[in-house]
């Protein structure tokens, strides 16, 4: 069965920045691009972020320019480099193959105040 476990979310104030890791199953790496997704309260879950088994990098309009993944197969996890955070940004994020498979993680909580 395929496990996602994402990390790394917190409270973070306007422009600060985070780093969130997804640990992953070797089945999630083997032939499929990751990619990251958050979901706030009363809104739809949205990819904003991903990236191709060949490393290729794709990202949401509203993200474009502050957020970067990255991936390393050989230990099977995803990043995501968040910087100049915003409090629109606030959600829970979550990790997925693109397109996204049934079974999510718990997800990382990610918070912008001052």
């Known amino acids: 069965q395929v496990q996602l476990v994402e990390s790394g979310g917190g409270l973070v104030q306007p422009g600060g920045s985070l780093r969130l890791s997804c640990a992953a199953s070797?089945?999630?790496?083997?032939?499929?691009?990751m990619g990251w997704y958050r979901q706030a309260p009363g809104n739809q879950r949205e990819l904003v972020a991903y990236?191709?088994?060949?490393?290729?990098?794709n990202y949401a309009d509203s993200v474009k320019g502050r957020f970067t993944v990255s991936r390393d197969n050989a230990k099977n996890m995803v990043y995501l480099q968040i910087n100049n955070l915003k409090p629109e940004d606030t959600a829970v994020y979550y990790c997925?193959?693109?397109?996204?498979?049934?079974?999510w993680g718990q997800g990382t909580q990610v918070t912008v105040s001052s």
């Open positions: 997925n193959k693109v397109p996204a498979f049934g079974d």
């Open positions: 070797g089945s999630i790496f083997s032939s499929y691009a």
């Open positions: 990236i191709t088994s060949g490393g290729s990098k």
